[in-house]
């Protein structure tokens, strides 16, 4: 069945200091793929998001791109800010494979500190 | 243009009782996802809705749990008897079309239901 892997946390970085966050799926379709992002006591916001391979999803200085050859969509940033802390959710949608409905991986909570 | 709208933030339950979580779409939206998430846990699944229809419940717990989005108001994720297993946070999302896999979900807040 379709599912979403990535890295444990917590990850906890210097401000300024790089970040990836690992995330890689099984699918039976050509999914969608996304990065949610929840900061404290709060729902879920899209971050970014690709939805063919080798598409590359960008925002607020994040990035990751769609690898099919890898089933990869690793979630990149040249230098975090404190304000970056919060809980980072990749996901997939895969429409032949489940009408829609997104599929999480477990999550990964960055803190950084100043 | 009103993010997904959903209340009570906060609902506190005893074991036993109903709880009744309100969910409002974003404007154009009518496709509707109910998620719950447990403690240190991601989002799983639990209900896809259009407007009075329930598009795919795979998720769903087969009892105490049902929901509906009628025509008019909200969408409505209800649990009966609730018991202290249920305490999580239940999320709704919305898309504007919803039946490919390039829409993107918009969530609400969520409710953080405690059952004591």
């Known amino acids: 069945g379709n599912s979403v892997t990535q890295m444990e946390g917590p990850v906890t970085l210097s401000e300024e200091a790089f970040l990836t966050i690992n995330c890689t799926y099984t699918?039976?379709?050509?999914?969608?793929l996304f990065w949610y992002v929840q900061y404290p006591g709060e729902g879920l916001q899209l971050l970014l998001k690709?939805?063919?391979?080798?598409d590359k999803g960008s925002n607020k200085g994040f990035e990751a791109t769609y690898r099919k050859e890898t089933t990869s969509f690793h979630l990149e940033k040249g230098s975090v800010q404190v304000s970056d802390s919060a809980v980072y959710f990749c996901?997939?949608?895969?429409?032949?494979?489940?009408?829609?409905?997104?599929?999480f991986g477990k999550g990964t909570k960055l803190s950084v500190k100043p | 243009n009103a993010g997904v709208m959903q209340n009570p933030r906060h609902l506190v339950r005893r074991r036993g009782q109903e709880a009744r979580l309100r969910c409002s779409p974003m404007?154009?939206?009518?496709?509707v996802y109910w998620y719950r998430q447990l403690p240190e846990e991601g989002l799983k699944f639990m209900v896809y809705?259009?407007?009075?229809?329930?598009?795919?419940e795979s998720g769903m717990p087969k009892e105490r749990f049902s929901a509906e989005f009628p025509k008019e108001g909200p969408s409505i994720l209800r649990i009966q008897q609730v018991v202290r297993g249920d305490s999580a946070a239940y999320f709704c999302?919305?898309?504007?079309?919803?039946?490919?896999?390039?829409?993107?979900?918009?969530f609400g807040p969520g409710t953080r239901l405690t059952v004591l």
């Open positions: 996901a997939l949608s895969d429409y032949g494979g489940s009408q829609g409905n997104l599929i």
């Open positions: 699918a039976t379709g050509y999914p969608s």
């Open positions: 999302a919305s898309s504007p079309v919803g039946t490919t896999s390039t829409d993107t979900q918009y």
């Open positions: 404007k154009g939206h009518s496709h």
């Open positions: 809705l259009q407007k009075e229809n329930i598009i795919d």
């Open positions: 690709a939805t063919k391979a080798d």
